[in-house]
């Protein structure tokens, strides 16, 4: 998915509230990235971040240049052989994102929508691994390893004992799902972030809420009973929320199985190699995990699965008052 910077340059004005808003704009094209967390090896070496991050105010594209050339985030950058994704993150999908992304040219929409996603994908993916790694190392009655457990509903509270059986089942659900996947689901349920969930509630993935806290859909199936679209604080929260839904929810139990035996084998844990098993989270069954093959294929979104994350600071990106 190469673009012309310059093409997509000149449409950046057309987006300017949406940054200014609060949104990381990525104007890169989408080519081809590499993972840097070594997830077959015994232990991964993540750098803390520190907790506050660097809030920036964006208020023209001339600042917007300079905050990409500052992090060698430019598509000559990426023409060059960089591979690296700054730690952006924003604030929530805008009412002018919803309108002005239908001026815009589809590939430049689309390429903006999976700049704005992939690093909070990764981020997601990198807090997973801080967690498989407590689950591969801690002691059985750590109470690390207990916190995880109690989270991905191994056990239902802390005076449970956790057995050498129960890591491993642990270490099924504890894993990443792969960024061309998660870009896939999350452009197909949000519509590229234009949907009413997306913009009301940081909804990217379509998760029911039975708690009644749901945003309700216009039109309710009563045989479902009295259920919404879970809300998030942010997007961020929306891909951990999505990620967490997968790697607990027993429907998904065939992706947790086929992620394992990749594992076992020392392969990459990729979209393509998953996109299968995910016939249940959609009534469309079978012609929805065939249009998420047809996205990450047609968007080349399998190159993704290798992204890595700068180690900046954590940028925030926010508007003026």
Not at 154 to 164: D, E, G, H, P, Y
Not at 189 to 210: P, V
Not at 270 to 297: N, P, W
Request: glycine residues 4%.
């Amino acid at each position: 998915m190469k673009k012309n910077f310059y093409r997509i340059s000149c449409v950046l004005a057309i987006i300017t509230a949406l940054i200014i808003s609060g949104c990381s704009t990525q104007n890169l094209p989408l080519t081809k990235p590499k993972i840097k967390i070594k997830i077959q090896s015994a232990m991964v070496n993540i750098k803390p971040q520190p907790t506050e991050p660097i809030e920036i105010s964006i208020t023209s594209l001339h600042e917007l240049d300079t905050l990409f050339d500052k992090y060698q985030y430019s598509s000559e950058d990426w023409e060059q052989g960089q591979r690296e994704l700054p730690r952006i993150t924003f604030e929530k999908m805008t009412d002018d994102w919803q309108e002005d992304s239908q001026n815009l040219p589809v590939e430049t929409k689309k390429s903006l929508f999976f700049r704005l996603m992939a690093p909070l994908i990764l981020m997601a993916n990198e807090n997973i691994i801080r967690e498989r790694e407590i689950v591969k190392h801690a002691a059985l009655n750590s109470l690390e390893l207990k916190q995880i457990a109690l989270k991905y509903r191994l056990i239902k509270n802390k005076s449970n004992t956790i057995t050498i059986t129960m890591r491993q089942t642990l270490l099924k659900k504890v894993d990443i799902l792969p960024p061309s996947l998660a870009l896939a689901q999350a452009a197909e349920e949000s519509g590229w972030g234009t949907s009413r969930f997306a913009n009301e509630g940081n909804a990217f993935f379509g998760q029911w809420d039975f708690s009644g806290d749901g945003m309700k859909p216009k039109q309710q199936r009563k045989a479902l009973g009295n259920y919404g679209v879970a809300r998030f604080d942010s997007p961020l929260a929306s891909v951990k929320g999505y990620m967490l839904n997968i790697n607990t929810n027993d429907a998904y139990h065939k992706l947790h199985v086929v992620r394992a035996q990749l594992r076992a084998k020392h392969q990459k844990i990729t979209g393509l190699a998953l996109v299968d098993t995910l016939g249940k989270y959609s009534e469309r069954g079978q012609d929805y995990i065939d249009g998420l093959r047809e996205m990450i294929r047609y968007n080349n979104l399998q190159f993704v699965d290798n992204g890595y994350l700068a180690d900046n600071r954590l940028v925030h990106l926010t508007s003026e008052e």
